[in-house]
């Protein structure tokens, strides 16, 4: 399932990818100097190129450092190993109520993996098809790579600053980091959102689903 919403989120993420990159000439080179159609063509050609290689990458990459990068945590970092924290922090959930429903998930006792295994079998796959979960879900994955997807950019941008040949595009201009800095920023931003979002859901559909029995 988590491949099939991969799948399904990968032109958006071309698309965002290939933005970052067309802003990011267009600042460097000035959009004014694009004048003419084989100049377009060559400038869009090459983003796009370059924006599908970075999807493939970002899909190589193992999800262990994408979450480790989206929650800059070298341990525990996924959120669902944090779920009682999250929850107390969310209105739609009465803590006391899945602190009763699930006792292993939500004891004390436990580390945050086992929170974080304990939150998948008990409360997420049961409800993992619900159409909540799913779109929390999807939204979570394609923030996470597209935020994967920009720090390459960064990296990259970063890398041919400092070894590149100055004589085929200039010195790297500070706009270009500002534009990919805050796209990246933006985007880490709304992939910590989703991810926490996508935990507390699987929560409140199985409560529902609880009570409905």
Request: a neutral charge; charged letters at 20%; aromatic letters at 10%.
């Amino acid at each position: 399932m988590s491949n099939d919403l991969k799948t399904e989120n990968n032109r958006t993420i071309f698309l965002i990818l290939t933005a970052s990159l067309v802003f990011s000439a267009g600042f460097q080179v000035g959009f004014s100097t694009v004048s003419n159609i084989s100049e377009m063509l060559v400038a869009g050609t090459g983003s796009l190129i370059l924006s599908a290689i970075l999807v493939m990458v970002a899909n190589i990459l193992p999800q262990s450092v994408k979450h480790k990068l989206v929650f800059t945590r070298f341990k525990d970092e996924l959120p669902a190993g944090r779920i009682d924290e999250i929850c107390k922090r969310d209105a739609r959930i009465e803590f006391d109520v899945v602190k009763n429903q699930w006792p292993e998930v939500f004891s004390e006792a436990i580390d945050s993996a086992t929170r974080n295994t304990r939150w998948y079998q008990q409360i997420y796959k049961p409800v993992k098809d619900a159409d909540e979960v799913l779109q929390a879900h999807r939204s979570f994955l394609l923030y996470r790579d597209v935020f994967s997807g920009l720090v390459l950019i960064l990296m990259a941008t970063i890398i041919w600053s400092w070894f590149g040949d100055a004589k085929l595009f200039g010195e790297i201009k500070p706009v270009v980091f500002y534009v990919q800095g805050i796209l990246m920023f933006l985007s880490l931003i709304a992939a910590r959102v989703a991810g926490n979002r996508f935990v507390v859901n699987a929560i409140a559909v199985a409560v529902a689903v609880a009570v409905a029995h």
